[in-house]
């Protein structure tokens, strides 16, 4: 029987794509994974670094420097406790042994011979307005000492101030000859140079003016520039020579006598000042030496007053002594008391201080195992962070890996995706019509046609 077909086929170079689509495709499907390929993606675990290693040591430590670090400073803290609470019951024996002693030493008071006591409290009382006297005494000689102190401090300071001009005025003494302070120079005119050289200078001036005149006479008597005329101006220029250094020396005398005369007033003026200043100084001196004289006589009369009442206090000791007799046997047993409660008192202040020292240990025993807990979670953290950071590593050798173990199929997967998109984009060439002999291998062909997909379109038959 006669069988007309009617095939659309893409594009000659889109089947040519598909075959060789079709063969990578199944040649990749051919090449399974080695266990190599496989082991570079499995995933995998970072390990403990060493700062972790380290806190799981530390953690899992008993003592010393573990978890139970504490342990020790809370047993001594125990036993000290133990150790306060019986000294604490021994002070309370012994204090009220000492209040039953005390409560029996009242009887002694009501003795007739206690009015001793009183007379000798009397007799002190008296001796405190003579010790009152002889203290506002005292201050008032201490206080008359400060201001000549105060004054001969006030000398020196004058006496040194003085010496400042006695030095100076050293310096002036003798020839006065060199440079610096104290000579010569030192007091000459500033202005003394310019002065010299003007007067100098106009006499040159009128030097020039009178050999002119000579030269004028010369000419009208008809003898200029003969020997006679010579002679005239030699004799005057070597007179004029002698004017002019005379007059320069004269000048310089002058100046240098000028400075004489203030070196000397210069002197006699530091003299003068420093005179002056000492005699200040003298005075300040002899008046805080009046002063402190005055301050011993007012300190002997204090004493005086001291004495006094140490006299009267004496009285009021030897009343106290004879009262003191009476009072002997109950002080005695006063002092025994008064000794067996400072022995309580002392076993309460150790018992106490045990006590705080336990307390301490006890403290003290939180904060080792706070700050061990500290160092564990620190060490932990840290550890975590590192690990975290090797995890990170591990993971991108593995991606990187599986990227080069995968990259051939997503290449082959990238070139199916464009050509499906060809073939959706062209559609038949052309079509052409045959009539073969019926076969298993044509009905085959034609059931993978009318199924369609992918593989009867890329496979079509060629002419």
């Given amino acids: 029987m006669a069988v007309t077909q009617t095939q659309q086929l893409p594009a000659p170079f889109i089947s040519a794509l598909g075959e060789k689509y079709g063969a990578g495709l199944g040649q990749l499907a051919g090449q399974p994974f080695s266990q190599a390929q496989l082991g570079a993606v499995r995933p995998t675990v970072a390990p403990q670094t060493g700062l972790q290693q380290q806190a799981t040591t530390l953690a899992g430590q008993v003592a010393p420097g573990g978890v139970a670090a504490y342990q020790p400073y809370v047993q001594a803290a125990g036993a000290a406790g133990t150790a306060a609470g019986?000294?604490?019951?021994?002070?309370?024996?012994?204090?009220?042994?000492?209040?039953?002693?005390?409560?029996?030493?009242?009887a002694q008071y009501a003795d007739p011979t206690f009015a001793g006591i009183q007379g000798a409290q009397a007799t002190l009382g008296g001796v405190q307005p003579f010790i009152g006297a002889a203290e506002t005494g005292l201050g008032g000689a201490g206080t008359t000492l400060g201001t000549a102190g105060t004054q001969l401090t006030g000398a020196g300071t004058a006496m040194g101030g003085a010496q400042q001009y006695i030095t100076g005025a050293a310096g002036l003494t003798g020839t006065g000859a060199g440079t610096g302070a104290g000579s010569i120079a030192d007091y000459m005119s500033p202005y003394q140079s310019q002065v010299i050289d003007t007067t100098l200078e106009?006499?040159?001036?009128?030097?020039?003016?009178?050999?002119?005149?000579?030269?004028?006479?010369?000419?009208?008597?008809?003898g200029?520039?003969?020997?006679?005329?010579?002679?005239?101006?030699?004799?005057y220029q070597a007179q004029s020579d002698k004017n002019r250094a005379a007059i320069e020396a004269q000048l310089q005398q002058q100046g240098f006598s000028q400075a004489q005369a203030a070196r000397q007033a210069d002197l006699a003026s530091r003299l003068g000042i420093g005179g002056a200043q000492q005699q200040y100084a003298s005075g300040l001196a002899g008046l805080a030496g009046a002063r402190s004289g005055l301050a011993g006589q007012e300190a002997q009369f204090a004493q005086g007053q001291l004495g006094l009442g140490q006299a009267t206090g004496a009285l009021a000791a030897q009343q106290g002594a004879l009262a003191q007799g009476y009072l002997a046997p109950g002080q005695f047993e006063a002092g025994l008391q008064g000794q067996a409660a400072g022995m309580a008192g002392q076993r309460a202040g150790l018992g106490q201080a045990q006590l705080g020292l336990g307390q301490y240990q006890s403290g003290l025993a939180g904060t080792t195992q706070a700050l061990r807990q500290a160092d564990i979670?620190?060490?932990?953290?840290?550890?975590a962070i590192d690990q975290?950071?090797?995890q990170a590593e591990e993971d991108a050798r593995r991606e990187y890996n599986r990227m080069q173990l995968y990259e051939p199929y997503e290449r082959m997967g990238f070139f199916g995706q464009g050509l499906t998109g060809l073939m959706g984009g062209y559609p038949a060439q052309y079509q052409f019509a045959q009539q073969p002999n019926v076969s298993p291998l044509a009905g085959a062909l034609?059931?993978?046609?009318?199924?369609g997909g992918l593989y009867g379109n890329i496979y079509g038959k060629k002419d």
């Fill in 86 to 106: 019986t000294q604490l019951g021994l002070a309370g024996t012994g204090l009220a042994g000492a209040e039953t002693g005390l409560a029996g030493l009242g």
């Fill in 377 to 383: 979670g620190t060490l932990g953290q840290v550890g």
């Fill in 446 to 451: 034609g059931i993978a046609s009318t199924v």
């Fill in 224 to 235: 200029f520039g003969g020997g006679r005329e010579g002679v005239m101006q030699s004799e």
């Fill in 202 to 222: 106009e006499f040159d001036r009128q030097a020039a003016m009178r050999q002119q005149g000579i030269s004028d006479a010369a000419v009208a008597m008809g």
């Fill in 388 to 390: 975290a950071q090797l």
